[in-house]
């Protein structure tokens, strides 16, 4: 039971470029979020998934789109990088909602944009 | 939104000491959630608590839902304690279509030798 699991662990992109960060979780959990966490700020989220096949802006969702094709899995892509997108990335699994369901994170993903 | 604020910012102690860490949120809630980031950068969830008070072995949380306020106590200190303790709000009503926790900044924990 591997848990949350996120692809790649580092990476280091120049401005402009994309790329696409990899959540996989194997609890045959419904919801699952993506959040950043940025120096002197609390975890703040991105984009989250409701169920396979839906997705919905959170609280910083512009530079970001996110895709859930499958159950276990939330892409999360960068179409065209910024330096404001460094940041540690995490994904986070849940049963159902978070009002009432504990929340399962992945180890993150430190990405910096030059 | 719901904003949540957490205090000591930063706290050190020395070990055996007993530890209290606070937060406060604007929305009444359903639960609040505490979570421990290692100093590795792993988070894990440690409680979610809907009223009254849970234990899990040197840790307690309480919450007071009427107060909008909730603590994080930690018996018996030990270095192996130190982390940041993080606590989140979920949306007040999940079925209005906003999901996910708000998070505050943390307290930066450190327990001395």
């Known amino acids: 039971n591997a848990g949350v699991t996120q692809t790649p662990k580092f990476r280091v992109l120049k401005t402009g470029q994309s790329m696409t960060l990899l959540c996989a979780q194997d609890m045959n959990h419904e919801y699952m979020y993506w959040y950043r966490q940025d120096p002197g700020m609390g975890l703040r989220l991105i984009h989250y998934?409701?169920?396979?096949?839906?997705?919905a802006k959170g609280e910083v969702p512009d530079g970001y789109n996110v895709s859930r094709l499958k159950k276990q899995n939330f892409l999360l892509g960068l179409e065209s990088a910024a330096p404001s997108q460094t940041s540690v990335y995490f994904c986070?699994?849940?049963?159902?909602?978070?009002?009432?369901?504990?929340?399962?994170f992945g180890p993150g993903t430190r990405l910096t944009v030059l | 939104k719901n904003e949540v604020e957490q205090s000591p910012q930063n706290l050190t102690a020395q070990e055996g000491e007993f530890i209290t860490i606070n937060c406060s949120y604007s929305?009444?809630?359903?639960?609040l959630h505490w979570l421990q980031q290692h100093p590795g950068g792993g988070i894990v969830s440690l409680f979610m608590?809907?009223?009254g008070k849970k234990k899990h072995g040197r840790l307690i949380a309480t919450i007071n839902i009427q107060e909008k306020h909730s603590s994080l106590h930690i018996t018996a200190s030990h270095p192996r304690d130190s982390a940041v303790y993080i606590c989140a709000a979920p949306p007040l009503y999940s079925g209005g279509g906003a999901d996910g926790l708000t998070f505050g900044k943390g307290t930066h924990l450190i327990i001395q030798p």
């Open positions: 608590l809907s009223s």
């Open positions: 998934s409701v169920g396979e096949g839906t997705t």
């Open positions: 986070a699994s849940s049963y159902r909602s978070a009002e009432y369901n504990e929340q399962f």
């Open positions: 929305v009444g809630i359903s639960a």
